[in-house]
């Protein structure tokens, strides 16, 4: 009696909570949509999702789960392949492009999209970071940074420093008699890199309090913007305040002269987010692949050993030569920054209306992408997209034994594409091919729970960190 007195309640209240989702959901689709007006071409197809939150919580349930990509699957699946979607995203509307032609033209087309990351990582950073500045400024703050790190000369000089590095790291890790976060000692390592190639100094009190900072600081970049203790943004500012920053004021060059304030936040922005994250997340990930695939790991050791065999005995350590002469091991990189995939997006705010014309066959006339408007160039869906790479999901470095890859270039976008894309994108590769030079002729690796979830915010890790032990070989 009592169950039969329940179901009409029941079924009240989901009848409610349908209507109440729809009313909620209309309500925000006519604030952001019908008071642009009438457009010369329609926006692109989508929804809004709920008042103030948008579709978060649709994009955060993805990637908690074990399968991020069902993020941009469900998009395809309620409104067609068109690649392009209207939605709201972390705090403001937003237009999602996922083909590798409109990615291309929004990061390459600094006339009509700047930068336009959350309001979290902009109010991280400062007006003056990375993040903020407008392209001109970005362009003399892009060479004063990128000069130092990149060319033949340059990056020559910095693989001393980095066996410096490495070769010690190494060796301390294989005599621990436990197993350690591997993850959490790549970033370490990163970071010790970082500072002896632009600190001069990797002394290991300044770097424990450099790593909590930076484990504080990343979490808040793509979070709600929510000034609250107990929130990931308020914990994030509170560092921006100390630590990390304090270091940076203390740097001098040679002449005596500081950083100016407006410059440090751009430096802790690309040392830690560009530098350390994206070299600690390959140089793990490639090895755990490796490992998973046991012919592919003698393969790329086989090609480290012949590397020994040809050098002159007088010869000590590697060479940038020698680096640039390896096939192998590079195909590992690449195909490790596709399917590990560090980062899923990257973000453009429109200057101006932009009509996106002739890069989908579901709207012959385009589709229009309004001004103020954040664009979301989610490559990640171009990395795992089986039109593009047959059988995205397995580990398959001979795929880029094929030259066309490389010939349709917007096809692999790990470091972004135009005048904004990553500046230490070679020095991050230098350091992962050092790295695992040294330890695919001496170490292995072997996880403790190698069938364990990943965790895919903030960036794609084992949920333990990649808990494992360093073995040298005999």
Known sequence: MVVELLWPFVAVLAATYVILFGFLKKINEWYYVSMLGKKQHPLPPGDMGWPFIGNLWSFLRAFKSQDPDSFIHNLIKRHGPTSIYKTHLF???????????????????????????????????????????????????????????????????????????????????????RPIKFFTEMKRNGLKVIAQVLLGSAEDLVLSSMVKCYADLFPGVFSMPINVPGFA?????????????????????????????????????????????????????????????????????????????????????????????????????DETLRLGNIGFAFFRKAATDVNIKGYTYFCSKGYTIPKGWKVVAWHRAIHMDPNIY??????????????????????????????RSCPGADLAKLEISIFLHYFLLNYKLEEVNPKGPINYLPVPRPADDCLARIIKLP
């Open 91 to 177: 705090g403001s509307p937003s237009v999602i492009v996922c083909s590798p032609e409109i990615c291309r033209k929004v990061l390459t087309d600094d006339e009509h999209f700047s930068l336009g990351y959350p309001s979290s990582a902009i109010r991280l950073g400062g007006k003056k970071s990375l993040y903020g500045v407008p392209n001109s400024e970005h362009r003399r703050l892009r060479r004063l940074i990128s000069d130092p790190i990149n060319g033949h000369r340059a990056l020559a000089l910095y693989i001393g420093h980095i066996e410096d590095v490495v070769i010690p790291s190494l060796v301390e890790l294989a005599t621990m008699n």
């Open 233 to 333: 943004f308020h914990r994030a500012l509170k560092v921006k305040k100390k630590g990390m920053i304090d270091l940076l004021m203390e740097v001098e060059n040679d002449k005596g002269e500081k950083l100016e304030d407006e410059h440090i936040i751009d430096l802790l922005l690309l040392i830690l987010f560009a530098g350390l994250e994206s070299t600690a997340h390959t140089i793990m990930w490639a090895l755990i692949y490796l490992n998973r695939h046991p012919e592919m790991l003698q393969e790329a050791k086989k090609e480290q050993q012949e590397v020994i065999e040809r050098r002159p005995s007088s010869q000590k350590g590697l060479s940038l030569t020698e680096i640039k002469q390896m096939e192998y091991l590079p195909k590992v990189i």
């Open 390 to 419: 047959s059988n995205p999901n397995e580990f398959l470095p001979s795929r880029w034994e094929l030259q066309d890859h490389r010939l349709k270039g917007r096809n692999f976008i790990p470091f972004g594409a135009g005048s």
